[in-house]
């Protein structure tokens, strides 16, 4: 099982179960992760928490089968991350994400797609996507931390610590995940699931329609596996 999902009243926990993977996100993990953020929408939680197993919350995209798949197949499976991203954006529910270790890449703008966005102390987040021509999710990080931080953070992809994290608005705090579920939980039952959707696709819904554009022309290039490539060959040369 790639998602772990476990139940606490109104409060819904799905766990990203690869550690061995750094939780990045396979086509699998992704549809895993969909199907339970689903599931638990339709028991009647009121709040979805996300969490990552092992050290890290999410290292970003799978890439351990780059060399047998298509630009085709890569296009796809971004543009999947990127429907789940719009749908944790989007929920009629509270969402909370409590990141720990490595944020990254689409780990990082799973994390941002969330209301409630817990750092634990050695939090680590990038974005890293630009160096190979990706633009994933920009639109919902304008939102949070504004534009000039935002084109800050794509355009160096060097990683930000917790406190930088929480001082920029991609963080909402640090601190204990189970004192945050807790207070998150208390408010998330103030409010009805119609109410929450309203405020969510009233403030939202222009953001993650840019952010599909945005992905949609970044992925029409041509050579999507080979930039990969070769980012990850700079990424290896540099070390």
């Not at 994400?97 to 799973?110: K, V």
């Not at 208390?186 to 599909?212: F, K, S």
């Amino acid at each position: 099982m790639s998602i772990k999902a476990e139940r606490d009243g109104a409060v819904a926990t799905l766990w990203l179960d690869r550690p061995e993977r750094g939780n990045a996100l396979g086509a699998g993990i992704v549809d895993a992760l969909s199907l339970a953020f689903d599931a638990a929408m339709e028991a009647g939680v009121r709040l979805i928490v996300l969490r990552g197993s092992g050290k890290h919350f999410c290292t970003g995209l799978d890439l351990g089968d780059l060399d047998a798949i298509s630009d085709g197949d890569l296009a796809l499976r971004i543009l999947r991350i990127e429907l789940l991203l719009q749908k944790v954006h989007g929920a009629p529910v509270t969402t909370m994400a409590i990141g720990n270790g490595r944020i990254f890449g689409a780990g990082a703008d799973l994390f941002a797609a969330c209301d409630h966005r817990v750092a634990l102390e050695e939090a680590r987040f990038s974005f890293p996507g630009p160096a190979f021509g990706l633009v994933l999710g920009t639109a919902r990080l304008a939102a949070l931390v504004g534009d000039s931080k935002t084109r800050a953070l794509l355009l160096s992809g060097e990683p930000v610590d917790a406190p930088a994290a929480l001082a920029l608005g991609l963080a909402t705090a640090i601190g204990s995940p189970d004192e945050a579920v807790a207070a998150a939980a208390r408010d998330a039952e103030r409010l009805e699931p119609a109410t929450v959707a309203m405020l969510h696709g009233r403030t939202r819904r222009a953001d993650d329609d840019g952010d599909l554009a945005a992905l949609a022309r970044s992925l029409a290039r041509p050579g999507l596996v080979q930039r990969v490539k070769d980012y990850r060959a700079r990424m290896l040369a540099a070390r």
